[in-house]
T-cell receptor, first 116, second 111 residues
Framework: NAGVTQTPKFQVLKTGQSMTLQCAQDMNHEYMSWYRQDPGMGLRLIHYSVGAGITDQGEVPNGYNVSRSTTEDFPLRLLSAAPSQTSVYFC???????????????FGPGTRLTVL | DQQVKQNSPSLSVQEGRISILNCDYTNSMFDYFLWYKKYPAEGPTFLISISSIKDKNEDGRFTVFLNKSAKHLSLHIVPSQPGDSAVYFCAASDNTDKLIFGTGTRLQVFP
């Protein structure tokens, strides 16, 4: 059971380039999400998905696209990279909440992205 | 506007003593609170949670206290160990699957 995997671990881009950060989970979780972590800002939600074919925006969605064609995969696309997107990106997954309870989110190891 | 706030960016505690990490929130609709621990170059890992209908939850050395009237929660670690040195994030959920995170507190436990 690999849990949540992310590739690549590190990436350097030039301004204007595009790329896709990969995220996969093998726990059959319906909920998946992308966060970015910046110094002094904590973890901020970029996009999330409650199931295959369903995605929605989080707190900081501008400049990012997502899709969810399968339960396992949730790629994050940077359409035209900007220096402000330099950050560490984390993908997470969980089972959906049940009434009166909360299921923990499992995080991947992160992708450190630098945009020059 | 930050809905979940951790006002102490760092905390230094001697091994064996108690560590107290604080978190404040503004949204009265939050119904579940969680603490995550993060080591460098790793993803956050779940530590402990508490429902808004409770005021305390304990798991080994870790206890979370919730004061709903003050919109405040705290994480107590007793006794603190060097392996507890990490960044701790407070997070809250508003009856959805989404989590809102605080900015984190870096805990250093020294011998």
């Amino acid at each position: 059971n690999a849990g949540v995997t992310q590739t690549p671990k590190f990436q350097v881009l030039k301004t204007g380039q595009s790329m896709t950060l990969q995220c996969a989970q093998d726990m059959n979780h319906e909920y998946m999400s992308w966060y970015r972590q910046d110094p002094g800002m904590g973890l901020r939600l970029i996009h999330y998905s409650v199931g295959a074919g369903i995605t929605d925006q989080g707190e900081v969605p501008n400049g990012y696209n997502v899709s969810r064609s399968t339960t396992e995969d949730f790629p994050l696309r940077l359409l035209s990279a900007a220096p402000s997107q330099t950050s560490v990106y984390f993908c997470a997954s969980s089972s959906p909440r049940l009434a009166g309870d909360y299921n923990e989110q499992f995080f991947g190891p992160g992708t450190r992205l630098t945009v020059l | 506007d930050q809905q979940v706030k951790q006002n102490s960016p760092s905390l230094s505690v001697q091994e064996g003593r108690i560590s107290i990490l604080n978190c404040d929130y503004t949204n009265s609709m939050f119904d579940y609170f969680l603490w995550y621990k993060k080591y460098p170059a790793e993803g956050p890992t779940f530590l402990i949670s508490i429902s808004s209908i409770k005021d305390k939850n304990e798991d080994g050395r870790f206890t979370v206290f919730l004061n709903k009237s003050a919109k405040h929660l705290s994480l107590h670690i007793v006794p603190s160990q060097p392996g507890d040195s990490a960044v701790y994030f407070c997070a809250a959920s508003d009856n959805t699957d989404k989590l809102i995170f605080g900015t984190g507190t870096r805990l250093q436990v020294f011998p």
